[in-house]
């Protein structure tokens, strides 16, 4: 499209260059006709005007009295002579005059059409590559956008996988300690009662009585035991939902 312009712009300007050319060429050509035509004129008219001037000299000697009224006469077809002369190159002047005008006209006007063409087409090349321009950073801005939203549609993508597997393995991590507490507790529970059987032997007891105080531990054990699981699941919970908050922050 710039090429065309471009080339648009060369084409004008030489048709405007071979027309100045033109122009300039047609009125030297029309300058050298019209004096070649003045001076044929002129000395077609100086030898028909002493002619004629010659036969009036011839007609008038017969009533010329003396040698002084024949010199003025003379000076007098001299001085007409000339006056037709100077008439002859006057108006060749004026007409050498008003051709160069015309030539002058018809070239400034010329330069202005060409300089307007140029302007014109320049303006378009102007335009043509400010919408380009303006199209390049569209599409650009658009390319961009679609980039950004590709990666970030992957990145979310990852970081969901990511997070994912960070719950997963948050559950999994949460589901050994509560399978293994309970082992514990029956582990702890175990040694809690011999200890505290062991501490009931020196109260001399009676076999009934140990029994109730025994029934009233595990009583408390199991209670104690099944607090302590609660906890276990309320902090479970508690980390899940703070792994989770910071999934989504993230």
Not at 7 to 35: G, N, P, T
Not at 63 to 71: A, G, I, N, T, Y
Not at 117 to 124: C, L, M, S, T
């Amino acid at each position: 499209m710039f090429r065309s312009i471009e080339q648009e712009m060369i084409s004008k300007k030489q048709y405007y260059d071979q027309e100045l050319e033109s122009v300039e060429r047609s009125y030297r050509q029309k300058e050298e006709r019209l004096e070649a035509d003045y001076t044929n004129q002129l000395r077609d008219e100086a030898k028909r005007l002493k002619a004629k001037q010659e036969k009036e000299l011839s007609k008038q000697q017969r009533s010329l009295r003396d040698r002084k009224q024949e010199q003025e006469f003379i000076q007098k077809q001299q001085q007409e002579l000339n006056e037709a002369m100077q008439g002859i190159i006057q108006e060749q002047k004026n007409t050498l005059a008003q051709c160069e005008e015309e030539y002058l006209t018809r070239t400034r006007q010329l330069k202005r059409d060409r300089e307007s063409v140029i302007w014109d087409v320049e303006g378009r090349l102007l335009q043509e590559k400010y919408h380009l321009f303006k199209q390049q950073v569209k599409d650009q801005l658009s390319l961009q956008r679609h980039q950004l939203k590709k990666r970030g549609e992957k990145e979310m993508e990852r970081m969901c996988r990511d997070h994912n597997s960070q719950m997963e393995e948050l559950r999994a991590q949460l589901a050994q300690e509560r399978a293994r507490l309970p082992k514990f507790q029956r582990q702890d529970g175990k040694t809690k009662l011999v200890s505290y059987k062991h501490s009931l032997k020196p109260r001399s007891l009676s076999t009934a009585e140990q029994r109730e105080l025994v029934k009233q531990f595990l009583l408390q054990e199991e209670k104690r035991q099944k607090r302590e699981r609660q906890q276990q699941q309320q902090q479970h919970e508690q980390h899940l939902r703070q792994r989770l908050r910071l999934c989504e922050s993230n």
